[in-house]
C-alpha cells in the first residue's frame, strides 16, 4: 500500500510542493525507503516526516523534532 501510494505522489509531483508522512516508509525495506526519499529530494518536493525510524530515517532529515515529557509539551529540535 505505501509504494502504491507513493506511485500516486511520483503522477501528480507537478501539483505537489509538500508533504507530510506519517510512518509512510515503515513497511519498505531500507533500499526502497532510500530510493523514495531521493526521488523526492529530484522531483524537489518538501517533507516533514513523523515516525521512528531512528538513524535510517534521519539520514534523509536535515533537523529532528523531538516531543518528550508527555503533557508537559516539552521539545526539542537539533540540526542533523
Known amino acids: 500500500m505505501q509504494l502504491l501510494s507513493f506511485a500516486r505522489i511520483i ?3 507537478s501539483n505537489i510542493s509538500f508533504l507530510f508522512l506519517d510512518e509512510a516508509t ?3 525495506t531500507a533500499e526502497h525507503e532510500s530510493e523514495m526519499y531521493q526521488i523526492l ?7 516533514h516526516t513523523v515516525g521512528h ?10 533537523k529532528k523534532l523531538e516531543l518528550k515529557g508527555g503533557i508537559s ?3 526539542e ?4
Open 73 to 75: 509539551g516539552q521539545w
Open 41 to 47: 529530494n529530484e522531483l524537489g518536493i518538501s517533507y
Open 53 to 62: 525510524g531512528g538513524v535510517q530515517l534521519q539520514s534523509f532529515h536535515n
Open 77 to 80: 529540535l537539533t540540526d542533523l
Open 26 to 28: 515503515s513497511s519498505l
Open 11 to 13: 503522477k501528480n509531483a
